[in-house]
């Protein structure tokens, strides 16, 4: 599923979730934006219409909470925060850090999409490209999703640095982060790197964040934030020193956000 499918589907959601609040009396309006209901998308039978949230903490007008602008403000009540506290296995002891939760923040978190399933170097406007891939490694492997045995990309051996892999995006995004996964066969584990991106395929390279010392494991997976509002056409993983003579990843997602 492309990300315009993605798109398409989260809407139509959006629409039978609207219905739904409708009919128990929520209060919404069409000029509610989209990102109110973000978090039904996740988990709204089980927070409105099941007993995992009718316990005594909980108010009559709890579907509101998440449906109006009633949580607009950047402080939340107690029965604000009790909700997201059922939803996440917490004790019904809420801190105070837990009460002033930013539920914009929570909402964004959930509309996370990530580059599509790599087939090929060159699909539907995205590009995967490496200044050095051996043959049966090519780049786009590197962004292809699976996991499984030496499905990686590999920059074969005589190596020398800095070596890079980029993903071209098919239009311009926001980035909100870059997860990538050491090889879990044959590792050729990078150490430090830099995770750029720039605005066109032209434009000069932006270094975003400097990976230092990355753990020499197997099929070791960290997500590297970025948080960035610029929007991007093109990423690039420049790798200056491995732990061995070569490199080999097995995969990188770059997750964007709206």
């Excluded at 492309?2 to 629409?15: A, R, T």
């Excluded at 499905?151 to 993903?167: D, K, R, V």
């Excluded at 239009?171 to 150490?191: C, D, G, H, M, Q």
Aim: hydrophobic residues 35%; glycine residues 4%; aromatic residues 12%.
């Amino acid at each position: 599923m492309n990300i315009s499918e993605q798109l398409n589907l989260l809407l139509n959601i959006k629409e039978s979730i609207k219905s739904k609040l409708l009919e128990i009396g929520a209060k919404i309006t069409d000029e509610t934006p989209f990102s109110r209901y973000a978090y039904f998308i996740k988990s709204f039978e089980k927070t409105v219409f099941t007993d995992s949230c009718l316990g005594s903490m909980h108010k009559k007008d709890k579907t509101a909470i998440f449906c109006t602008d009633n949580f607009g403000g950047s402080t939340h009540k107690r029965d604000k925060s009790s909700i997201f506290s059922v939803d996440s296995n917490l004790d019904s002891t809420h801190t105070k850090e837990m009460s002033s939760l930013h539920i914009t923040d929570f909402v964004q978190y959930q509309r996370v999409y990530s580059n599509p399933v790599m087939t090929s170097n060159e699909m539907n406007g995205w590009i995967a490209s490496a200044n050095r891939a051996n043959s049966g490694c090519e780049a786009f492997k590197c962004f292809n999703k699976d996991l499984s045995g030496e499905n990686c990309w590999w920059t074969g051996t005589g190596l020398s640095f800095p070596c890079w892999i980029s993903l071209s995006f098919d239009t311009l995004y926001k980035i909100r982060s870059v997860e990538i996964i050491n090889e879990n066969a044959s590792p050729e584990n990078f150490r430090n790197a830099l995770i750029q991106f720039r605005t066109s395929n032209e434009d000069e390279w932006e270094t975003l964040y400097e990976i230092v010392n990355r753990p020499n494991i197997t099929a070791y997976c960290e997500e590297y934030q970025i948080n960035s509002d610029t929007v991007y056409k093109e990423f690039r993983l420049f790798i200056t020193s491995s732990h061995s003579s070569t490199v080999s990843i097995q995969n990188i997602n770059i997750n964007f956000k709206e």
